[in-house]
């Protein structure tokens, strides 16, 4: 009978890929740090979250030869000490909370920092990608912008009910009354107009409703205190939208140092997809000719994806997608790709994981709107929609234009749409490529009943 072999003598030796490793227990008063056992007496210690306890921390990390550090995103805790760490030169690894609880072989009596500094030190941990530079200053500055178009919007609303309240139902018959015709009637209302027939003359020339109609709806009873409320709402409304306005020039300010910093050569910005009218809330200045003087491409040529949209896009990835080796990375890391599940060598699962990325809700957008359009891949998205319905046809075409934003921004693709009939036409070659080898398998030859439009006939 053979002797039983111990645990401990059976549990193979991993590698040490980061040996000058530390970790940081992120919280909101209080950082834990820890680093190897071996290069201090005291590998665990607790520093404050003030400017000079971080000062500290990071000197610390120095005196114990520390070169790469990693920390939980811990709501926006991690900001100034992440931010401190990577000025100072040290390697900073941010990761998400999931990834190590998923490790197994915990130990009770160790600390989430010391098990942190652990698993890092093996290389268990994927660093989180987060843009440098300018880039994470222009996706500062247009996330700031979409929180105060959000403020902004709920004074719109305040505005509504002020008008409610006062029997005016301007917001009834003006499809929005921050537009051309509703802004200058309720600034003359609360400059002490009253008569319905003048403020109706102040209509736009392209709103659908009629001078009759607005005159109607602007007969109310204007009492003090509502018109108080209402003053007040499109004041607070007036300071989000200048504090927006504030942002645009300071992203217009960011794409110039950026494209200056780049130095790409595109020559001609080519024609636009299509004509588009001015769009409420839209950038100050030309978001089009600013993305291709920074990309030397034009991105809106792929459908689905506008100017704005295009251009929160590379403030949420960057103009330099070499973190990801191709497109099939980063389809995955946005979570549009199938996350196969085999066991055995039989799929258990092929669902796309969840995610709260940014860019891949974007990317979902881009999809649904090309759906309605009668391009390639809108064929492809009301296809696959009919065969498996909305919200997967939504991820497939997202990846499908993830794929094409990471080829034109990496590699310089030029898009060029080959139509809505094109795709058709491939997919009804394929469909009967597919019933020939099925037929010739079963002994038949398949013969057309006539000319096949568009696919030719060997």
């Known amino acids: ?4 072999k ?20 992120v919280g909101a008063t209080m950082h834990m740090a820890a680093v190897n056992a071996d290069r201090t007496p005291e590998p665990v210690r607790s520093f404050g979250t003030f400017t000079t306890d971080l000062h500290r921390l990071v000197d610390w990390f120095a005196e114990c030869g520390v070169d790469t550090v990693v920390m939980e995103s ?3 805790y991690w900001i100034p000490i992440f931010e401190l760490l990577d000025a100072r030169g040290f390697a900073v690894f941010l990761v998400n909370a999931r990834d190590a609880k998923h490790v197994p072989g915990r130990k009770t009596n160790v600390s989430d920092a010391q098990w942190l500094q652990r698993l890092h030190s093996f290389g268990l941990l994927r660093a989180s990608f987060r843009p440098k530079g300018q880039i994470a200053e222009l996706r500062a500055y247009l996330r700031q912008r979409e929180r105060l178009l959000e403020y902004g919007a709920s004074h719109i609303q305040h505005m509504q009910k002020a008008l409610t ?3 005016v139902q301007l917001h009834h018959v003006v499809t929005d009354i921050t537009g051309s015709t509703g802004l200058p009637i309720i600034r003359a209302i609360l400059a002490g107009e009253r008569d319905p027939a003048v403020l109706a003359r102040m209509r736009d020339r392209r709103c659908h409703a009629t001078v009759e109609t607005i005159e109607k709806a602007l007969a109310g009873n204007y009492r003090i205190e509502h018109l108080f409320i209402l003053e007040q709402a499109l004041a607070l409304y007036d300071t989000y939208q200048q504090k927006a306005f504030a942002c645009d020039a300071r992203i217009e300010a960011v794409l110039k140092e950026l ?7 595109g020559g001609q910005l080519p024609a636009a997809r299509q004509n588009r009218s001015h769009q409420q809330n839209s950038l100050l200045f030309d978001v089009r000719a600013a993305l291709f003087k920074l990309l030397g491409k034009d991105l809106t040529q792929i459908n689905g994806l506008g100017p704005f949209l295009a251009l929160k896009l590379i403030a949420e990835c960057g103009d330099d997608l070499s973190t990801w080796p191709s497109a099939k990375h980063f389809t995955s890391w946005l979570c549009l790709a199938p996350s196969n599940k085999i066991s055995g060598g039989k799929v258990l699962s092929a669902r796309t994981r969840r995610s709260g990325s940014r860019a891949a809700a ?3 957008l881009a999809a649904a709107t090309v759906g309605r359009t009668d391009t390639a891949l809108g064929a ?12 997967k046809a939504v991820t497939a075409t997202a990846r499908k234009i993830a794929v094409l934003f990471y080829n034109a921004v990496q590699h310089g693709m030029n898009y060029v749409d080959p139509g809505a009939s094109s795709h058709e036409t491939r997919y009804r070659a394929r469909v009967i490529d597919n019933l020939r080898r099925r037929a010739k398998a079963f002994g038949f030859v398949l013969q057309p009943a006539g ?8």
């Open 451 to 458: 000319p096949i439009p568009g696919i030719a006939v060997s």
């Open 380 to 391: 492809f998205y009301r296809r696959l929609s009919a065969r498996i319905g909305k919200a």
């Open 1 to 4: 009978m053979g002797r039983k």
């Open 165 to 167: 309240e006062m029997n």
């Open 6 to 25: 111990s645990k401990n003598n059976d549990r193979c030796t991993m590698s040490v890929v980061h040996p000058n490793a530390a970790a940081i227990d």
């Open 362 to 364: 974007l990317l979902r």
């Open 74 to 76: 811990t709501s926006v």
């Open 259 to 265: 494209s200056v910093r780049r130095g790409r050569e």
